[in-house]
């Protein structure tokens, strides 16, 4: 890896500010200062920028119980974003897997590895997503059980010419709803639910695949174990 590159990757600098960082005589490797940024350094190099060592941030992979009122987005709006509540080094580069609207709470994970994101999203691979939805009027008798017969068999949301992947649907109360869903359309949970004249007042995401959100508190964040990864 070019020198100016792996110090883009490890700091804040820019290339270009890495650049002239470099040109300044700030960064050494194994003890040599160094202005070339192309010189190629490699996992045993010792690289320092103003004496601090630095390092390579490797994959990582979160879990966040997101609050309300919270965006999974990049870009800066009028909400507070998912990677603003989690504390880590470049967290600028975690994407999530699978957003939650901003008024939809619960389980999000979070990855700078595209791979193990694909696989946990990609509706070939059957990943179920449990949903716990509050409903505005109650689902009950007949009507429950021509709702848990047409998301067995699939909507045609309002937009669409084709329907929805078979999702499952079971009643906790009158007014709320286990939803698992295996794909992940726009506003699906609340489309879905207005296909069938009913309307989602709110909309929280328990589980992903065999991942639970658990205790953990709203608004906190975990990095996954090597368990839970493999589990995908």
């Known amino acids: 890896m070019r020198l100016d590159r792996f110090l883009s990757e490890t700091t804040e600098l820019?290339?270009?500010l890495a650049k002239k960082a470099m040109h300044r005589g700030e960064v050494s490797v194994d003890g040599e200062v160094i202005k070339n940024p192309a010189t190629q350094v490699g996992e045993a190099s010792r690289v320092t920028w103003n004496g601090e060592p630095l390092a390579l941030v490797g994959l990582r992979y979160v879990m966040l119980h997101k609050p309300m009122g919270v965006e999974c987005t990049a870009r800066r709006t009028l909400y507070p974003r998912a990677i603003d509540l989690i504390e880590l080094p470049k967290v600028e580069r975690l994407q999530p897997v699978g957003r939650l609207d901003v008024d939809t709470t619960g389980l999000v994970l979070l990855t700078d590895d595209g791979q193990w994101s694909h696989r946990v999203t990609s509706p070939k691979h059957r990943c179920g997503k449990v949903y716990r939805v509050t409903l505005a009027e109650p689902l009950e008798g007949d009507a429950l059980a021509r709702a848990i017969e047409a998301f067995a068999e699939g909507v045609v949301l309002e937009g669409e010419e084709t329907p929805t992947r078979p999702a499952e649907l079971a009643m906790r109360e009158p007014t709320v709803?286990?939803?698992?869903?295996y794909e992940g359309?726009?506003?699906?949970?609340?489309?879905?639910f207005a296909a069938i004249g009913n309307h989602v007042v709110a909309l929280h995401r328990e589980s992903i695949g065999p991942l639970a959100l658990g205790e953990l508190p709203e608004g906190e964040w975990r990095e996954l174990t090597a368990d839970e990864i493999a589990a995908f």
Request: hydrophobic content about 30%.
């Open 185 to 192: 359309k726009y506003h699906q949970v609340k489309r879905m």
């Open 177 to 181: 709803a286990e939803l698992t869903l």
């Open 14 to 16: 820019t290339r270009s």
